[in-house]
Structure formats: C-alpha cells, structure tokens
C-alpha cells in the first residue's frame, strides 16, 4: 500500500515544485506561491470553502449513481439480446459523440437552471460511457460459460450475479474513471449558472471580486475532489475485484 501511494506523492510534490518555479518567475498576484495558497485555504476551509465543496460532492456522486443505475441494466440487456443491441445502438451511436456542454442550453430551457439541470448534464457525460462498457462486457463473455450454469440448472439471477457482474466490474469501473475528468469539468460549468453553492460558483465568484487567493484555493480544493473520487474508485476496485490483481 505505501509503495502505491509513492507515484501520487512525488506527483504532487513535482507539481508543487513547478507551480512555485513559475511563481517566482511570474512575480505577480495573478499566480500566487502554492504554500500562501495553502494556508488561506485551511484558513477559509470551515466558513467558506466547505458548504461549497459538500454541494459540488453531493452532485457528482448523484450523477455517478443515477448513471449507473441506468447505464448497467441496459448495457446488460444490451449485450444479453442482440436484437435489443440493434435497435438500441444507432441511438447510442447517434448521441454519444455530441459535445454534451452543446446541450446545456437546451437543458436549461427544458428544465430549468436548477439542480436538476445539473445532474442531468453529469448523467449524459457518465452514462453512455457505462452503456457501451457493460454491454461490450457481456458480449465478450465466452457462451461456454452461459452453457455450463445453464447445464447446472442456473436462474437468470444466478447468471446475473456469478457471470454478468464480476465479468464487467472491472470495466465498468475503468468507464467511471475516464470519464469522471470531463464530468468535474461540466460541473464546474454547470454551477456557473442559476446557483450560489459550488465549487464551480466558488472560484468564478472569486475571480470577479480579484480575490485570486480564494480562486487557486477553489481550483486545488476542487481538483482534490475529483482526485479523492478517483482513489476511492481505485480502493473499491481493489477491495472488490481482488482477483484481478
């Protein structure tokens, strides 16, 4: 465990290193040393920083869950029935690539600039990652497999849970990772508009009020989120896909 940790620290203690360079060099408000940053960050964490931090959590993790509550049945039967596959993914196909931050205004007129907005925009960037990963997932389990617990008598839970679901865990999870980066970003965007909480409110409301201090603390303390979310992807793969390793 520590010898897994290493990579991420001298990472970090390289970016650190850089940002502090750069700041020297630069020597103007507009990039401040990394260690003041710091300190104003712990300093403003508890009165400011945290009520942000809890709203921008609360949606990235709603948006995760909700994705993959839709995202896994239906790659699932996807990958399961092919005729369900052929009417499904020209759909799929169809709305994958489009640039999901081009549908913002629409689902702000649709629905509002509220939360539900939000967590819409979030679900569209997750999911369709997690429908094509779990529906290739099952196409690329062998039907030997299916034969044999067929042979044994096995329900379709039985499948479900002893074929389906350890077979695409690992993949599912990977899904999750890459796409939590872009996520994080239309999150940021997102809360830009029609709120006062988040991080993403946070840091622009920083930049107009010229307090470039706030601004890099939001920008580190938002960046730690997204790391915090990726490790504990990490930690669950670990914990419960074990015999991958």
């Not at 650190?16 to 710091?38: G, K, N, S």
């Not at 712990?42 to 869950?65: C, D």
């Not at 096995?154 to 990772?177: C, D, G």
Request: net charge neutral; aromatic share 14%.
């Amino acid at each position: 465990m520590k010898h897994k940790w290493k990579g991420p620290l001298y990472s970090l203690m390289v970016v650190i290193a850089l940002w502090e360079i750069f700041a020297f060099i630069i020597d103007r408000p507009i990039v401040p040393y990394p260690h003041t940053v710091f300190i104003n960050m712990v300093k403003i964490f508890e009165p400011q920083i945290k009520i942000h931090l809890i709203y921008s959590l609360g949606r990235i993790t709603t948006g995760i869950t909700v994705s993959v509550l839709i995202g896994v049945p239906l790659g699932y039967l996807m990958g399961y029935y092919p005729k369900l596959d052929k009417a499904l993914s020209p759909l799929v196909y169809f709305t994958y690539p489009i640039p999901k931050l081009a549908l913002l205004p629409v689902v702000m007129l649709l629905f509002g600039i509220g939360e539900i907005s939000k967590l819409i925009m979030i679900t569209m960037i997750i999911v369709f990652q997690i429908i094509i990963t779990a529906r290739d997932a099952v196409r690329d389990i062998p039907e030997e497999t299916f034969h044999s617990l067929r042979s044994l008598g096995a329900s379709r839970m039985q499948k479900l849970t002893e074929i389906l679901i350890p077979a695409s865990l690992p993949e599912l999870l990977t899904s999750i990772r890459i796409a939590l980066g872009t996520a994080v970003s239309i999150l940021f965007f997102t809360e830009t508009f029609g709120t006062e909480y988040g991080m993403g409110y946070f840091i622009m409301d920083a930049w107009m009020r010229v307090n470039y201090l706030e601004m890099y603390a939001g920008i580190v303390t938002l960046s730690l989120m997204g790391f915090i979310i990726f490790a504990f992807i990490d930690f669950l793969e670990s914990l419960i896909c074990g015999w991958r390793a």
